[in-house]
C-alpha cells in the first residue's frame, strides 16, 4: 500500500508544451549513439501538435492519435544521400498530443517514448530492419 507521503503532488504537474517538448526531442537525440546520429546528417527533427488532416488522409489513419511520428522525405533507400536542388530538406515529425497520449496509458517514461519513435522514425530514413531498430533501442535503454 502506498503511503500518501509517497504519492507525488499532482497538482502543479503539467504536460510539456511545444519548446519542452522540443527541447526533451533535442535532449533525447543528443542521447542516441555518436555512429547513429552522425549518420542523420540533415535530418530536421520538427514537432507539431498533430499530424495534418493530409497526411492522415494520405495514410488512411482515423484518430490523430494514431500517429507518433512520422519521417517526410526521401529515404536512402530510395535515393536520399543525393542532394537535390529544390527538395525540401528530409524531416522527422513527433507529435505532442499522441506522444503524451501514449504516456499517459502506458508505463513508459515521456523520454523512452521520445526515444522510441526518433529511433522509428530515423529508422525509416536509412531503411533499417526492425531488429536493427531494436538493437539500437537497446544501446540506448543500457
Not at 38 to 56: K, S
Amino acid at each position: 500500500m502506498t503511503t500518501p507521503a509517497a504519492i507525488l503532488d499532482w497538482t502543479h504537474v503539467t504536460a510539456p508544451d511545444l519548446d519542452a517538448f522540443e527541447a526533451l526531442a533535442h535532449q533525447t537525440y543528443a542521447g542516441l549513439p555518436e555512429e547513429f546520429r552522425r549518420l542523420t546528417g540533415e535530418v530536421i527533427i520538427a514537432i507539431a501538435e498533430f499530424p495534418e488532416d493530409e497526411v492522415l488522409e494520405e495514410m488512411e489513419i482515423e484518430s490523430p492519435f494514431d500517429l507518433l511520428g512520422l519521417f517526410q522525405g526521401i529515404g536512402l533507400p530510395q535515393g536520399g544521400a543525393v542532394a537535390e536542388t529544390g527538395r525540401l530538406p528530409n524531416r522527422i515529425w513527433l507529435y505532442r498530443r499522441p506522444i503524451l497520449d501514449w504516456w499517459a496509458e502506458h508505463g513508459e517514461s515521456l523520454g523512452a517514448i521520445v526515444s522510441h519513435v526518433l529511433i522509428h522514425e530515423i529508422g525509416h530514413h536509412f531503411g533499417f530492419s526492425d531488429d536493427d531498430m531494436d538493437a539500437i533501442e537497446a544501446l540506448v535503454a543500457d
